[in-house]
């Protein structure tokens, strides 16, 4: 497979690689795909007291482009609100990474790993989560 | 020194030996006639060499250069035989019994027969890659005219029982097709100890020329064929169309270079792939071996490495060219069929790598591959969930995946 630059960037030089607490509460942990699909992604998020974002690990069983939507996305939610990261979709993934038609599914899932850490998150914090319903901000692209 | 990227993919193809090359020049620039032309020398000299590259590929597995049919490759020669044989053979019986781990160019026509209305039997395959001789004997009916099983797979390497299943095809009257592409020129293969009635060979895995390969048809009992191809009734009328001269006189430099030199060249890539294996099985753990642990290719070297994606490798090893069964490299997006066939679960078939250690490999190459291959497992690993998930000791098989 013949991949654009910016895969493999993210493929040579994965950004933010790595475990977070999955026990610490404000840690949500989205763990999304299957191995017998070949794909197997972690997002694991950070989320301090304001609803920020501050940080973000990933750890990846996939192709290139599966390792690089990964790690593209723990760039993009970090210094993000929670609501704010909800609206990252595949779409702005595939465009980024240039994805050939083929590896969309990879930057679809990227987006189940965002959407499955901060439901977890959310969940481990239902209380919490009351006092920081803010809009979302709309993305202008 | 060592010369980057190093080419370990021998099993999709090998790079032409420069002695093969040098024979086919002169069939390339002055001896350009046409062997079908009997008027002119251009012609006798064309047709004389192409006689004698006959010669040289039957020798290679012990027939006479007259049941040599020269195609396109082999998969015009697997094509030729199945539905050459079908439709001669057709008053005869409908049923033609082959395996599920074949090349491509069986089964897709194999899968066209059926909707033409023959019946197909795809008989399963062990753990290990091979068929059950019960199965085959199981599988034969009164309308069974034709058996199609390979020498050697080209992924897993596995070689099947050829003589065994020459045997009994031979006892039951049915015909016995052998895609032998994979092992011939690799390992000894013999027409006649085999019992083989027509087997398909190719010029570019024994290291001559892409667009060349051949169909050896028994004439002893004679075994028809229906041709594919109409025209000036080439090939005694089984191929027609103006012949490849240099392509043929390099098949059949590349036949003799592999006859006199195979016994040697075994040894040497059976003892490369053993080493390259041996370092891997060492410094990782979590490794499955695809294929027969000895009924194998000497140089062909298949191996699960569990939790890493087998495209994610390919790029992280780019400086060595082999291939992967994982269904990132396949636009089906499907884990290899043969892999599958073997009981191999998606989840490994998924990270597996083939090594194809051919005639210019080097010791020094195979040390450096088994040193950047472990490195780089291990660096993948470290991005793996799965296996930090094993070693936490949580077995993967009981998480519920949401299969997309």
């Known amino acids: 497979m013949a991949y654009g630059d910016k895969v493999l960037q993210h493929y040579e030089n994965p950004k933010n690689v790595g475990t977070l607490d999955k026990n610490d509460p404000n840690v949500g942990t989205g763990l999304v795909g299957a191995p017998a699909c070949g794909d197997v992604m972690r997002l694991q998020i950070k989320i301090s007291d304001d609803g920020k974002i501050q940080d973000a690990k990933f750890k990846t069983f996939g192709c290139g482009s599966a390792i690089a939507s990964s790690s593209l996305v723990t760039e993009w939610v970090k210094g993000k609100t929670v609501d704010e990261a909800m609206t990252i979709k595949n779409t702005h993934i595939a465009q980024e990474l240039s994805l050939p038609p083929v590896k969309i599914h990879c930057s679809v899932l990227a987006e189940d790993a965002i959407k499955a850490a901060i439901a977890d998150w959310r969940k481990k914090n239902a209380a919490k989560t009351q006092t920081s319903q803010t809009q979302p901000e709309q993305r202008a692209e | ?404």
């Open chain 2, 1 to 404: 020194m060592l010369k980057l990227p190093i080419y370990l993919d021998n099993n999709a193809t090998t790079p032409l030996d420069p002695r093969v090359l040098e024979a086919m020049m002169p069939y390339l620039t002055t001896e350009f006639g046409n062997a079908a032309s009997r008027s002119h020398a251009f012609g006798w000299r064309a047709e004389e060499a192409v006689e004698e590259a006959r010669e040289q590929i039957a020798a290679l597995v012990g027939g006479v250069g007259k049941e040599i049919v020269f195609t396109s490759g082999a998969t015009e020669s697997n094509n030729l035989a199945i539905k050459g044989i079908a439709e001669f053979y057709k008053e005869k019986g409908d049923h033609i019994i082959t395996c599920r781990t074949e090349h491509k160019a069986v089964l897709d026509t194999c899968k066209r027969l059926e909707r033409q209305g023959y019946r197909v039997t795809y008989l399963p395959v062990e753990k290990d890659g091979r068929i059950s001789m019960d199965e085959l004997r199981a599988a034969i009916t009164d309308k069974t005219i034709l058996v199609s099983i390979m020498f050697a797979n080209n992924e897993i390497g596995t070689v099947q029982p050829v003589a065994e299943i020459g045997a009994l095809c031979r006892e039951k009257g049915i015909l016995f097709h052998c895609d032998a592409v994979q092992g011939v020129g690799k390992l000894p293969f013999d027409v006649e100890q085999v019992k083989a009635d027509v087997v398909s060979i190719s010029a570019h895995k024994m290291y001559g020329p892409k667009g060349v390969g051949a169909l050896w048809v028994r004439r002893k009992p004679r075994v028809r064929i229906a041709p594919i191809i109409d025209g000036g009734g080439h090939e005694r009328g089984m191929r027609s169309g103006t012949l490849n001269v240099p392509g043929i006189v390099g098949f059949g430099k590349a036949a003799e270079l592999a006859r006199t030199e195979m016994a040697e060249e075994g040894l040497r890539t059976g003892r490369l792939r053993k080493k390259l294996q041996d370092y891997l099985f060492a410094h990782l753990d979590h490794l499955e071996l695809n294929g027969h642990p000895e009924h194998r290719l000497p140089g062909n070297l298949n191996v699960s490495f569990a939790f890493v994606e087998g495209e994610a490798l390919m790029m992280a090893i780019k400086n060595v060219a082999v291939s992967s069964g994982s269904a990132c490299t396949s636009a089906s997006l499907e884990p290899s069929y043969v892999l599958r066939a073997c009981g191999v679960s998606e989840d490994l078939a998924h990270t597996s790598i083939r090594f194809g250690i051919g005639r210019f490999n080097t010791d020094e190459e195979i040390d450096f591959v088994g040193r950047y291959v472990v490195e780089q497992v291990q660096k993948l690993r470290e991005m793996s969930p799965l296996y930090e998930m094993a070693k936490e000791g949580i077995d993967l098989s009981k998480i519920e995946w949401a299969a997309h």
